[in-house]
């Protein structure tokens, strides 16, 4: 640091996971007043072999201890309940898939965190996403980057965020790749340098998620149907089934009799559809078939990160977070809606998840699917 006049007080969401901690130990590395918040956000049945929550924090303190930075355990269960698992369960009863990793860091992460920081007296907060950061000085504006390791980028995630946020927000991993932050990590002696990555939302955990989500939402049986609008079987509810999905659906033994493996009767079924009027959830065989193929979409309640819809133009997009980036157009842009058209079909377009925009390592902002074709 080149003069203590850059010295900030940073407070850092410490997650109990490695990202995090290089995270901290690099800001304090670099002369910052480094402070850990651990994030409660979910308390229900926290006690169960599923949530780690209470042993993530206890590597989230032993982390803080080896930096030799103090922290702060803090609740926000009941803002994560209102403003995040509400939203969850509502879009899963309307059929939709949603992403609440995306509203989590907009609601909470970067909103009630962010607000519990700054009245600590933080002039930053940062966390171990793998994003980057960074003033355009022919805007005045924050753009949100790509993080530097193409395999662990997580702007998909981030890309809610706005102008207030990202000009309070470090993210020092962004500039790492995941082995060297392990590198570090191993070096530096931080008793969670080996501690596997966090898989799934925190509330949900490793559990079966069909018997999570049947905790909330009621099973409405109805028939399945394939492309010629047979029926092959009975789905437990329409809620429980998201589009492309392959595992679960009871129908994998329907072959044809005396059927030769690798003829199209031997295909793995996938769902294409879901139809709430009717209550049927309709399949088809074979990872390529049309039904899956989506060429335009529709997004609503979008959200730029400059503030402002970008012109329409051609861009690229990812309409979910583990894809290449897909070449498409934005044609239409009104209100909170816009819609793309892409060069080639994109796989499995999911109501209820996020198409997010991007203009080579800069992320646009994105909306949720509505609608495709």
Not at 188 to 211: H, M, Q, V, W, Y
Not at 343 to 362: F, I, K, M, N
Request: with cysteine.
């Amino acid at each position: 640091m080149s003069s203590a006049a850059h010295r900030q007080r940073v407070v850092v969401g410490l997650s109990g996971g490695v990202d995090s901690a290089v995270t901290a130990w690099l800001l304090k590395q670099q002369g910052h007043e480094v402070l850990g918040i651990f994030m409660k956000n979910w308390e229900d049945d926290d006690d169960s072999e599923y949530c780690s929550s209470n042993e993530d924090f206890v590597d989230a303190a032993a982390v803080a201890d080896v930096i030799g930075i103090e922290i702060e355990h803090v609740n926000f269960a009941a803002d994560y309940k209102d403003r995040v698992f509400a939203e969850f369960l509502r879009e899963y009863s309307s059929g939709r898939t949603p992403n609440p990793d995306i509203l989590c860091n907009a609601e909470i992460k970067f909103k009630a965190f962010l607000d519990h920081a700054m009245r600590l007296g933080a002039d930053k907060i940062a966390t171990g996403h793998y994003a980057r950061v960074r003033l355009n000085a022919g805007t005045g504006r924050h753009e949100l980057l790509k993080g530097l390791d193409p395999a662990k980028d997580q702007s998909y995630f981030l890309h809610r965020l706005n102008q207030a946020q990202l000009a309070n927000t470090l993210f020092p991993v962004g500039e790492l790749h995941k082995t060297e932050v392990r590198r570090i990590a191993l070096e530096i002696g931080l008793p969670n340098a080996k501690k596997k990555d966090s898989t799934g939302i925190c509330f949900i955990g490793e559990r079966p998620f069909r018997d999570f989500l049947n905790r909330y939402i009621a099973r409405e049986p109805g028939p399945i149907k394939n492309d010629k609008g047979q029926t092959i079987g009975e789905h437990v509810g329409l809620s429980f089934y998201t589009l492309g999905q392959r595992q679960g659906l009871g129908i994998g033994g329907l072959k044809a009799k005396g059927a030769q493996r690798g003829s199209g009767n031997h295909a793995p079924w996938f769902v294409a559809r879901k139809d709430l009027s009717n209550n049927t959830l309709w399949v088809v065989q074979g990872h390529d078939h049309p039904w899956l193929q989506s060429t335009r979409l529709s997004a609503d309640q979008a959200s730029w990160v400059a503030g402002t819809a970008p012109e329409p133009q051609a861009l690229a997009a990812k309409t979910r977070y583990r894809q290449a980036d897909a070449a498409c157009r934005l044609t239409q842009v009104a209100g909170d809606g816009f819609t793309l058209d892409f060069d080639q079909a994109q796989w499995a377009v999911t109501p209820g998840q996020s198409a997010v925009l991007y203009d080579g390592e800069v992320c646009l902002g994105g909306g949720v699917i509505a609608s495709h074709s």
